[in-house]
């Protein structure tokens, strides 16, 4: 499942350029693992910068009051967000995995990667190419979106972000462990939680829909993973 929602509003995009500008840029094939530093070519902001720790309290504090990546995700942990540019020079990223386990800063925990996050700090206007590309079984898609937008996508997907060749592409990427391991159960969930959502909405609280909000919620409890 693929889903893009607004998560930055203007003032927070803004703040968040402005971190950007001010933090220190270093070689983004320093994190990435073997496989994947072959592949990478991009700057990574150096996540020891106080700009790094504003922009991922910034970032974080904005999925934790998404509604809309709340019910996709069902976050059980959320890898503290990065942040790349590219730009000519520094400009692709080839086709790659992320990797299934990512260990958080000190060693103190490790996150399974069920979902992948991009948040988008450049308007479209301000670079050729960068589109990311999340190869699905059967499609081949392709995402650019507005400076705040997010895009939530299976961690097991192949992607990559294709050449910039005018100006920079700026963004921020994240992992997600989901209390419900599944991408096609996720799917089945937030399907149900948005029919639920207008249902509720059209006719209110009626017996039939407190009915399958407990079917929702019982769903949940088999799934979920705390």
Excluded at 28 to 39: I, L, P
Aim: glycine content about 6%.
């Amino acid at each position: 499942m693929l889903l893009t929602f607004p998560l930055l509003d203007a003032t927070e995009v803004q703040r968040a350029r402005a971190l950007l500008e001010a933090g220190h840029w270093v070689d983004g094939r320093a994190t990435a693992g073997e496989q994947a530093a072959q592949a990478k070519q991009n700057e990574q902001l150096d996540a020891t910068c106080d700009s790094a720790r504003a922009l991922q309290e910034l970032v974080t504090r904005a999925l934790e009051r998404n509604p809309r990546f709340l019910a996709a995700a069902l976050p059980k942990r959320i890898v503290p967000p990065q942040f790349n540019r590219y730009r000519p020079g520094a400009d692709r990223y080839g086709p790659h995995v992320d990797n299934a386990v990512r260990l958080l800063a000190g060693g103190t925990a490790r996150v399974r990667t069920d979902l992948s996050c991009t948040v988008f700090l450049a308007e479209p206007a301000e670079y050729d190419g960068g589109e990311l590309v999340v190869l699905e079984p059967g499609t081949r898609r392709e995402i650019k979106l507005a400076a705040g937008q997010a895009v939530l996508y299976p961690g097991t997907s192949v992607h990559e972000v294709l050449p910039v060749t005018r100006g920079a592409r700026l963004a921020s990427f994240l992992w997600v462990e989901s209390m419900v391991r599944g991408d096609e159960q996720r799917r089945l969930l937030l399907e149900l939680d948005d029919a639920l959502m207008a249902l509720r909405r059209d006719l209110g609280d009626t017996p039939p829909t407190v009915a399958l909000m407990a079917t929702y919620h019982n769903l949940l409890r088999m799934w979920a993973e705390t």
